[in-house]
């Protein structure tokens, strides 16, 4: 592929990553859920959605060896990767150096993404932060995600009501984009291999980020760890007062998974 060659890096990217990790002293922590792409489909289908991004600033969570960020920069007139781990952001500043187009920054994705604010968030997500970035990303500037994650968090976020993956990040998530899985990736496309298989998704927002974002995701956090209950019972614990208007449109008997997110926003709008 084109880009390997421009990156100096060899055609076969397992060989190459392994390598360039040894000669870096660095072993990828599992604890953290850290994996290296190492195969050339997961970056085609980067490519491939690069049309559908906006052109303006693409922040990448997780720079690792920097092949994602070298596609990402075809894309976007400006993309800031953001690593965590001092040797790879060393090694892949000075890979990238020569794309003026590029900036890599030293620092933690969850403390850094609003400060950026990102018209496109991209990247392979470390598994240790999954939940807390995507409350980050909803809550930012983006108005268009791709990312890798485990695909059984790919599966929340595409759940529908009523069904056992329903969940509170599934109607965050619901409420602000409209989502889209691009891809499933075996374990063996990644070194080291995960236990389970990974998902690209693509999500384009829909809706913009209220002023009271932090009051509506600690709603839904406390909504379903009461998913089974009913809905009156469950608005009797979450809501500092519940509109009775509520009811005469809603059946008060409704356990709460069973809802869709348009109908829980409209219940969050009327109880604060």
């Given at each position: 592929m084109f880009f390997l060659e421009e990156l100096g890096v060899e055609p076969n990217l397992y060989i190459w990553t392994v390598r360039t990790l040894r000669e870096l002293g660095l072993k990828p922590s599992r604890r953290l859920g850290q994996s290296f792409t190492v195969n050339p489909a997961i970056l085609r289908?980067?490519?491939g959605l690069c049309s559908n991004l906006s052109r303006d600033r693409?922040?990448?969570?997780?720079?690792?060896l920097g092949v994602v960020t070298y596609i990402l920069s075809k894309c976007c007139r400006r993309v800031i990767s953001i690593e965590k781990d001092p040797r790879l952001y060393e090694f892949s500043r000075k890979l990238l150096s020569r794309y003026?187009?590029?900036e890599i920054i030293h620092g933690d994705a969850l403390e850094l993404l609003h400060k950026l604010e990102p018209k496109t968030v991209a990247g392979t997500v470390p598994y240790s932060i999954t939940g807390p970035l995507l409350g980050a990303i909803a809550?930012?500037?983006?108005e268009k995600v791709a990312i890798v994650l485990q695909k059984d968090v790919v599966d929340r976020l595409l759940a529908k009501h009523g069904?056992?993956?329903?969940?509170?990040?599934?109607?965050l998530m619901q409420t602000f984009f409209k989502i889209h899985k691009v891809n499933v990736y075996p374990p063996k496309y990644f070194y080291p291999e995960p236990e389970v298989s990974s998902a690209m998704v693509e999500m384009t927002r829909v809706r913009e980020v209220p002023n009271n974002m932090e009051e509506y995701e600690k709603f839904l956090k406390c909504l379903f760890s009461y998913r089974r209950k009913t809905l009156r019972n469950a608005l009797a614990r979450c809501c500092r007062r519940v509109d009775e208007?509520?009811?005469?449109?809603?059946d008060s008997s409704k356990?709460?998974?069973h809802l869709p997110p348009e109908?829980?926003?409209d219940i969050f709008r009327r109880c604060i």
């Open positions: 289908d980067f490519a693409c922040v990448e969570i997780g720079t690792g003026s187009n590029i809550s930012s500037t983006a069904s056992r993956r329903y969940g509170s990040i599934t109607v208007d509520i009811y005469s449109f809603l356990r709460v998974f109908d829980i926003l």
